[in-house]
């Protein structure tokens, strides 16, 4: 855990959890159809966003450098027999925020790798049925 100023905690993605082979079939589906893409071409976190015990996936390509480029990370979840998109936000590295909106945990995108008080918060919406971005925070 790291943890800012105003001592708000967050927590470090942890990449390349192993999955099984049903969720990876699911995965690699969902990006074939949405990116045309699979999952050997992506480093997978796993997290508990809402403490439901269900795991979400947040995916990065392997191939991206996150300290000289912004990053897509693809937020997804397991819902039945298919995978739903939560979000696609472009960060340098992304965290998990110790506060939640709506029972979700916020999503913290750095976009700075020289100021790390430099970040976009990304919060739920239950009307967008997604994360969006809530506010930008930065300080010198």
């Known amino acids: 855990m790291l943890s800012t100023s105003q001592s ?10 192993s999955l099984g082979v049903s969720l990876i079939f699911q995965i690699d589906k969902f ?9 050997k071409y992506y480093d997978i976190a796993s997290i508990d966003l809402n403490n439901d015990g269900i795991l979400e996936h947040i995916l990065r390509r392997k191939t991206c450098d996150i300290q000289k480029n912004l990053c897509s ?3 997804i979840a397991e819902k039945a027999d298919r995978i739903l998109l939560l979000s696609k936000i472009r960060a340098h590295k992304l965290m998990i925020d110790s506060k939640a909106s709506y029972g979700i945990k916020n999503l913290l995108a750095f976009r700075n790798n020289e ?3 430099n970040y976009d ?3 739920w919406s239950p009307k967008e049925n997604m994360y969006i971005m809530s506010k930008q925070r930065t300080e010198d």
């Open 73 to 75: 990370h693809i937020i």
């Open 8 to 17: 708000q905690a967050i927590e470090e993605l942890k990449y390349n959890d």
């Open 121 to 123: 918060i990304y919060m």
């Open 115 to 117: 100021n790390e008080y």
């Open 31 to 39: 990006l074939q159809e949405q990116y045309k893409s699979n999952s």
